[in-house]
């Protein structure tokens, strides 16, 4: 299990690739994957009709595996802040924190990326 504490923040990166952080002094560090994936699944709801094409409202929903994972690293980890995709912060709003760029990354290739340590987005 790889957790990271820097400036007294613990992060838990529950995707499966590194993340690279950029704080605003320009220093950076890198958060590597925890071990854990956290997942969920795609859930389509009617949204309507425009112009004969049929409009679905896709929302993500909780993957049971997905949700012992992250009970279990929240009682080991109280207070940490466990980031992963937009898609498993969506299924487990409050819980799972997606990543947010550092200015001036917002439009550079994946491999680029920094992204900051102190500002995610909760749903």
Known sequence: MEVMKKGGVTYINVTPHPVVFRRENGEEFTVP?????????????????????????????ADPSSATKLDELESRYPGAVIFGSIIAAEAFPGR???????????????AEKRMRP???TTF
């Open 118 to 120: 102190d500002k995610f």
């Open 96 to 110: 799972v924190l997606a990543l947010i760029a550092a200015p001036g990354y917002e439009r550079v290739p994946v």
């Open 33 to 61: 994957p925890s071990g854990v994936v956290i997942n969920a699944r795609p859930v389509e709801e009617p949204a309507g009709e425009r112009s004969g094409v049929r409009l679905v409202r896709t929302r993500f929903v």
